[in-house]
């Protein structure tokens, strides 16, 4: 099992006003699964994403990690996980506006102890052509290709997506999805995704649905589409 949460509770406090994010979440994560999360705004998916991710801690759980309980991590021992463990894509691309494409990607795989080829992750994700090339000039779908590509460079054992086709319109999301379901086949990388489009869930090996901070359905996929001809929400 890669990562395992059992019991997952979070409450957000602000003053005496307390604001529970997850109710209790329990959930198993196999290597190479793509998962997809869906849910309203408000249902806790984005939390459980953060959590997951080392990017913020639960109140109550325990949260495993290959067998290992990081749940009650410091900050600086989160900070090793996501260092050696963990992609982000987030729908903003954060890219380096002084940096090249190239230049961006290195910026992620000098994070890593075991690095991927940089000329073939950017090659995977279309933009050999590009790689001389400025943020600023680039397309939307381009930029968030290049975050994919510096995310998967540091090699992550796990790749989290938060709503990674936000921005975009319906082409070039397309052409984002057909990049991550590509590299979950191709490197067997984790993928756990959260989204509001319903489409999306197609492309997933299993399909969580949330509300009110919990996952109140798991569907399992048992055909699964190409990414290019999911029906767009």
């Avoid at 073939?120 to 968030?144: A, R």
């Avoid at 489409?199 to 569907?219: S, Y």
Wanted: hydrophobic residues 40%; contains cysteine.
């Amino acid at each position: 099992m890669l990562l395992s949460a059992k019991g997952l509770k979070k409450i957000y406090k602000s003053g005496e006003v307390e604001t529970p994010a997850l109710n209790g979440v329990n959930l198993d994560i196999e290597e190479g699964e793509l998962i997809v999360a869906l849910g309203p705004s408000g249902s806790g998916k984005t939390t459980l994403l953060n959590i997951f991710g080392g990017l913020d801690t639960a109140t109550e759980g325990q949260l495993l990690w290959d067998g290992k309980d990081i749940s009650k991590y410091s900050q600086q021992e989160l900070t090793l996980f996501r260092r050696d463990n963990v992609g982000f894509i987030f729908q903003s691309y954060n890219l380096l506006p002084n940096l090249t494409v190239r230049e961006n990607v290195e910026s992620g795989a000098r994070l890593s102890k075991n690095p991927l080829d940089i000329n073939k992750i950017i090659n995977t994700v279309g933009l050999s052509d590009k790689k001389d090339k400025f943020p600023y000039q680039l397309s939307g779908g381009e930029q968030q290709r290049v975050s994919i590509a510096r995310a998967i460079a540091k090699n992550p054992k796990i790749l989290f997506c938060d709503e990674p086709t936000g921005a975009l319109d319906e082409k070039n999301s397309k052409i984002v999805l057909s990049m991550l379901q590509k590299i979950n086949k191709s490197t067997d990388t984790t993928i756990f995704m959260i989204t509001h489009n319903l489409g999306i869930a197609d492309m997933a090996h299993r399909v969580l649905k949330m509300n009110d901070g919990r996952i109140v359905e798991t569907k399992m996929n048992s055909s699964i589409i190409d990414a290019a001809e999911i029906r767009w929400a």
